[in-house]
């Protein structure tokens, strides 16, 4: 080392780990550690070496050695930083003494994030993928996989299989579990089935492939990531998206990453949103025929709430569409005292999209802080809203507010359900919605028309919806330390599921009350880890869990099945299919219901949490169910 990176190493500033005494066993290379290992500093590194090292190692291993497994110079830190900086004599390794002193180190930090990122199966029997999905793929997908988040675009949730019916699904039996390699207790991901394969993300911020037929692992992804992350409920992860032969993970550390979906070998990364604002990812992003459309979470940390889209082969942005408007956006007026800075927004669940109209569908969270509406004066959009944006340029076509100026924390984060119904003798292209705030709502997707709306659990905050669904507020409904139906909220983010030939939507609900309560306006401030929500809400009473079968049209109840409980076990979403069931998992426990009755007709035991929904694949030509719980993958046939 020079005396001039000695000197900048050795400043206190500098962050760099020095050992002075090499002990036993512990190399001068192993006691010198990378301060640059933040989500940035890896994407600056990641920059750096496309603009001076990937014309070279450009992953093939024609040109210069692969450098995501262990390298022949050394794989410490300091090893690498010297290659970096001198090059390797009488090689095409080139000194890059050049760069200044942080950018050769932010390039380590980047190949060691490659070395740990991929690790493929030793098992020389496993099958050599050949993933091609192409948007005409997801627009009309094939029965026997599925492709996206929803199961297909419009967010249903509907398999088209029919060979499980209520007369044989009591024969259901595991084809194959499979335990993930996780420290992580929830898992909440929708897997994805492509041919043969099934793709799922694991917590923090890996991806794993697997055989269908056998369960065998086929290659496993992994990304480390920084500690003290703004997370409000855990190192969740919903899922990925596919496009071509890619697969997308949002992490939450603000990056979206391309995974090469044959061999799991990383292809691009680009940062989202940064973490130090608060923001975190969580959802699976949603692809479309030219884009992949990415969330963010984050809403009580006071962010600022936006979507993004971005090209499937570069990553680069597209577009942002912030979802807290600011001076000179329409809906700014919205917001007084400035709040909009931290107005919140979150865009966390995927949304949906009508390839026909060329629109995305998605659902925006709470306002920030959650809970204390004082400090934030007006109707607070886009909060609480659904949002259709112009899936070419991310300008809004319109946007309907469910729970304007809300202060129980109602996030509109659930999955827009689009369909064509008849209302009041004309057939519409509609969103069927089940919102947080406890109505059901029909809207026209074209217009953003406000068509039916009607309680579908216990409400005492609103008086009815008007005749632009607007809600009526009752005397008493503001967090003032009363008590509240629906409470925590009528549903959640967990999935429903709707049956077009029968004319039902299918909802995980959720009867309760809560007591709310509020911050001083004079005390509003960000508490522990950055945290923003002025007071917040206390159940009464235990919640109640249910899937009720409505009416899409109308939101008439048409059965209710009680969902099984569990003490620390949670519910997660549905999945309706042609065979006539309704696939849901609640308190630890898979079930089957009878889509015409709510009839329970098998259960079995999974031994742990119940966070995620059910999907339905082919295996081998017949019909299989796959969900996650506890920390391991289940998959079902006959």
Known sequence: MSWSELLQMTNPSSGFVLTTTVTEGRSLDAAVSNPFVSAEDRASGADTFRRNC?????????????????????D?????????RDGIPATSMASHADLPFDDRWKVVSYIRSLQARTSATS?????????????????APNSGQWLTYSGSLDGRRYSPLSEITKDNVPRLRVRWISQLDTDDRVLEATPLVI???LFTSVPPAGIVAFDTISGKVIWKYDRPLPDNLPMCCGRVNRGVAVLGSTLFLGTLDGVLVAVDANTGKEVWETQVAKPSEGLTMTGAPLATSNAVVVGVAGGEFGIRGFL????????KQLWKFNTIPGPGEPGHETWKNDAWQTGGG?????????????????????????????VRPGDNLYTNSAVALHADTGKLAWHFQFTPHDE??????????????????????????????????????????FLTGVNFVEQNWADGLDHAGRPVLSAGASTQGRLIRPGGGGTNWQNPAFDQGRG???????????????TDPDNVQRGEGGLFVASGAAWVSPPVRAVRALDAATGERKWEFRSPTAKNSGYGGLLATAGGLVFGASGGVLFALDSASGQELWRVPLGGETRAAPISFTVDGRQAIAIEAGRALFVFGP
């Open 54 to 74: 990937a014309a070279c190692h450009d992953g093939s291993g024609t040109h210069a050695p692969l450098l995501d497994r262990p390298l022949r110079h050394g």
């Open 76 to 84: 410490s830190d300091l090893a690498i930083y010297k290659v970096v």
């Open 123 to 139: 098992d020389d029997n496993a099958p050599h993928l050949d993933i091609r999905v192409k948007g005409d793929d997801l627009i």
């Open 195 to 197: 041919g043969g394969a």
């Open 308 to 315: 993004a889209a971005y090209d499937p082969a570069s990553g």
């Open 346 to 374: 979150p865009t966390w669940v995927t949304g949906s999209y009508d390839p026909s109209l060329d629109l995305v569908y998605w659902g925006v969270g709470n306002p920030g802080p959650d809970y204390n509406g004082d």
């Open 408 to 449: 129980h924390d109602w996030d509109s984060n659930q999955t827009p359900i689009l369909t064509d119904l008849t209302i009041n003798g004309v057939k519409r292209k509609v969103i069927c919605w089940a919102n947080r705030n406890g109505f059901y709502y029909v809207l026209d997707r074209v217009t953003g028309e």
């Open 504 to 518: 039902l939507v299918f909802v995980p609900t959720t009867e309760g009350a809560s007591i709310f309560t509020k």
